[in-house]
């Protein structure tokens, strides 16, 4: 977890931050007009490439999923946008920071994650509105 005083280091290394790496294919869904276009630009910088929208048909390394309080059942919406993720891929779920509006119970989150079989394994600081969940496919491999 990113701590506090590391939010104020610009949006340049939010990419860093999200494990964006130069050729990865990210794409974008629940846009708005309330989004970080700053987060959004130092992605693509980083990645190289356009986000891809909401109706791309390729298979994808990282899913930038904007998500607020009202739109809509958060399981459902993980299980769609898991279907073009890769088998290494990770989804990002950024949300609004606590009370601002739009902001989403961490818990809501863990559950719908778990809901869909997936692990959460990060949580950061996007930018001074915004906070990122980062959910990977569970591990298949017994652990000893």
Do not use: F, H
């Not at 990113?2 to 050729?23: F, H, M, N, Q, T």
Request: with cysteine; glycine share 8%; charged share 35%.
């Amino acid at each position: 977890m990113v701590a506090a005083g590391d939010a104020g280091k610009g949006e340049a290394d939010v990419a860093e931050r999200l494990d964006i790496e130069p050729e990865m294919v990210v794409q974008e869904i629940g846009w708005d007009e309330d989004v970080d276009d700053d987060v959004r630009a130092a992605i693509e910088e980083r990645c190289g490439s356009d986000l891809l929208d909401e109706d791309a048909d390729e298979v994808v390394d990282v899913v930038l999923l904007w998500w607020r309080e009202d739109d809509g059942d958060l399981t459902d919406t993980l299980l769609d946008v898991m279907t073009p993720l890769s088998d290494e891929g990770v989804i990002w779920v950024l949300t609004p920071k606590t009370g601002r509006d739009g902001s989403v119970d961490p818990a809501d989150i863990t559950e719908a994650a778990s809901t869909a079989n997936l692990a959460q394994t990060a949580n950061v600081t996007v930018s001074d509105g915004w906070k990122g969940t980062r959910l990977a496919y569970r591990s298949t491999k017994a652990k000893r």
